[in-house]
């Protein structure tokens, strides 16, 4: 397998590592609380757009890809903080598998 080769002039957007730690409520349920665990430099790829329904209401759901360099903890159900906006992963993947950089596709819901 032919490496990955990634100028990393390319991970120029800064975005902050969150993890969703539920809070229980008076009810039996519980609340996101979405807690920083750390920051890193990332390459921000919008995929596609599209309006799905849900619950009889129109949702716009927008994938990206997220590029970055491998850091250990990064998993599903966490997100990336990016301004206002939160990417939601839903995959983590070694594009080459030689540990150097982990690519993740997320969901941003508006």
């Known amino acids: 397998m032919v490496p990955l080769f990634l100028d990393a002039g390319l991970l120029r957007h800064r975005v902050t590592i969150e993890r969703n730690e539920v809070?229980?409520?008076?009810?039996?349920?519980?609340?996101?609380?979405?807690v920083?665990?750390?920051?890193?430099?990332?390459?921000?790829?919008?995929i596609r757009?599209?309006?799905?329904?849900?619950?009889?209401?129109?949702?716009?759901?927008?994938?990206?890809?997220?590029?970055l360099r491998a850091r250990a903890g990064l998993e599903r159900g966490m997100a990336f903080r990016f301004g206002a906006r939160r990417?939601?992963?839903?995959?983590?993947?070694?594009?080459?598998?030689?540990g150097r950089y982990l690519v993740c596709r997320c969901e941003e819901e508006a």
Do not use: K
Request: net charge negative; glycine share 10%; hydrophobic share 35%.
């Open 49 to 67: 757009a599209e309006v799905e329904e849900r619950l009889e209401q129109r949702v716009g759901v927008a994938t990206h890809r997220v590029t």
């Open 23 to 34: 809070l229980p409520d008076a009810m039996g349920g519980g609340r996101a609380n979405w």
């Open 87 to 98: 990417l939601l992963i839903r995959t983590v993947q070694d594009p080459d598998e030689t």
């Open 36 to 46: 920083e665990v750390g920051e890193t430099s990332v390459r921000l790829e919008p």
